[in-house]
């Protein structure tokens, strides 16, 4: 099955919620999002339409199915070391998986933050320390540790750790 990899548009914001919501929900994805199904099925719809806004970027099937999202939030100004992008929400439903579709899609993130007009300098994310094969994942796109953990926000007594990619000389 052939698969598109394209950015997402501000009127899909409620395809987007339905797949965050599907995210939520998968139980392989238990460490990988910083909220609830129960929170953010909650959240009225200005949200999701808010959300819609921010750059992201889908991989659609044949069928016009989105199986797979990533959010990249645009991270520049004097709170941050150096303009960066940050990938969030990073998602592929199992009918996606093993099949190199997610390395494609977070090509297609990266590949968009290098050709900004900020100069980003580099791109990060956060992954939960009991989530190997992410950890894997990313390590094979080129992300490294940073040394950065915070404590996940569903359960502090667990970690997450900072991982970037940065831009290419």
């Known amino acids: 099955m052939g698969y598109e990899i394209r950015a997402t548009e501000p009127h899909e914001w409620q ?3 339905q797949l965050r919501l599907a995210a939520l929900q ?3 994805s238990s460490v990988a999002f910083v909220n609830t199904y129960e929170t953010e099925a909650a959240f009225p719809e200005e949200i999701w339409q808010r959300r819609g806004t921010t750059p992201g970027f889908v991989a659609v099937d044949e069928a016009g ?3 797979g999202s ?3 939030l645009v991270e520049v ?3 941050f070391p150096v303009p960066q992008t940050h990938i969030v929400g990073v998602y592929m439903a ?3 998986r093993g099949n190199g579709l997610s390395a494609r899609m977070l090509q297609a993130a990266i590949d968009w933050s ?3 007009p900020e100069k980003i300098g580099r791109v990060r994310l956060w992954v ?3 989530n190997p094969r992410a950890q894997a994942f990313y390590a094979r796109l080129g992300f490294t540790r940073t040394g950065e953990t915070m404590a996940f926000p569903l359960d502090p007594s667990q970690t997450e750790y900072e991982m970037e990619l940065t831009r290419p000389l």
């Open 15 to 17: 395809r987007r919620k």
């Open 26 to 28: 998968d139980p392989a």
């Open 65 to 67: 199915e989105w199986v």
């Open 70 to 72: 990533a959010t990249v």
């Open 77 to 79: 100004g004097a709170a």
């Open 94 to 96: 199992p009918e996606g």
């Open 114 to 116: 290098w050709a900004l």
């Open 128 to 130: 939960h320390e009991d």
